[in-house]
């Protein structure tokens, strides 16, 4: 199977822009999936990211779609959650970020 061009991954998964820092009301849980495994899940004034990877390509990996958002437009994150210790669901230096940003 082969990967297939980001043109074409563009016309089949369409980048919405949004503003991620409006954060839903009580009893209110928001879910927005980011790429991947990289999911933002708002519940409340809680904040927590899945798998945060915000870099273009890991090792043999790379992004075909562009990111819906920079790292930096992420609200405060509350909990980083990794589900598993693969190279495309870890990214040490987006972790950092928001562990320092944000004192996760």
């Known amino acids: 199977m082969t990967q297939p061009k980001p043109a074409e ?3 089949l998964l ?3 822009r949004q503003d991620l820092t409006k954060q839903p009301r009580d009893g209110i849980v928001k879910v927005t999936w980011l790429g991947h495994a990289t999911v933002l899940i708002q ?3 809680v904040n927590i ?3 945060p990877v915000f ?10 779609v562009e990111k819906p958002v920079n790292i930096e437009q992420l ?3 509350d909990i ?5 210790d693969h190279s495309d669901h870890f990214d040490e230096d987006a972790v950092r970020f928001l562990a320092k940003r944000d004192k996760s």
Do not use: E, Q
């Open 9 to 11: 991954c563009a016309n």
């Open 14 to 16: 369409p980048v919405h």
């Open 43 to 45: 519940d409340g004034p």
């Open 49 to 51: 990211i899945t798998d």
């Open 55 to 64: 870099v273009d390509r890991i090792f043999t990996y790379k992004r075909l």
């Open 75 to 77: 609200p405060c994150i």
């Open 80 to 84: 980083i959650l990794i589900s598993k």
